[in-house]
């Protein structure tokens, strides 16, 4: 499975932005999909995950600015990121995982394919 994001960019602090990742090379409703970022210097983080059935998963520490969706027919997963700071600056990052219950969703380490990532970058 191959995973492309797009829709990164610069941006001011209180904006917003669309990423999307496109999907080729497998079966994309076969997958949980979650984007995850990576600010310089610190860990690869997760932002949101989506099930196959479209339901979402947030972590607990999320400020409910970000919404994660599919569309199944089109192999696109999606973030729409709104109040964006200069603290949501990073690369953005498209992950696609089997979806087995007893794996945590917010976890790295599960997620087979990655894509290259984009660059957010909030200006203040």
């Known amino acids: 499975v191959q995973l492309v994001e797009s829709g990164g960019g610069l941006v001011q602090a209180g904006g917003s932005l669309r990423l999307s990742c496109t999907a080729s090379g497998g079966t994309f409703s076969n997958y949980v999909m979650a984007w995850f970022r990576q600010a310089p210097g610190l860990e690869r983080e997760f932002v949101a995950a989506v099930y196959r059935n479209g339901n979402p998963y947030y972590p607990h520490s999320g400020k409910g600015q970000f919404t994660i969706s599919r569309d199944n027919a089109r192999n696109a997963v999606y973030l729409q990121m709104n109040s964006l700071t200069p603290e949501d600056s990073a690369v953005y990052f498209c992950?696609?995982?089997?979806?087995?219950?007893?794996?945590?969703?917010?976890?790295?380490?599960?997620?087979?394919?990655w894509g290259q990532g984009t660059q957010v970058t909030v200006s203040s």
């Open positions: 992950a696609a995982r089997p979806d087995l219950e007893m794996f945590p969703l917010d976890n790295r380490g599960y997620y087979v394919y």
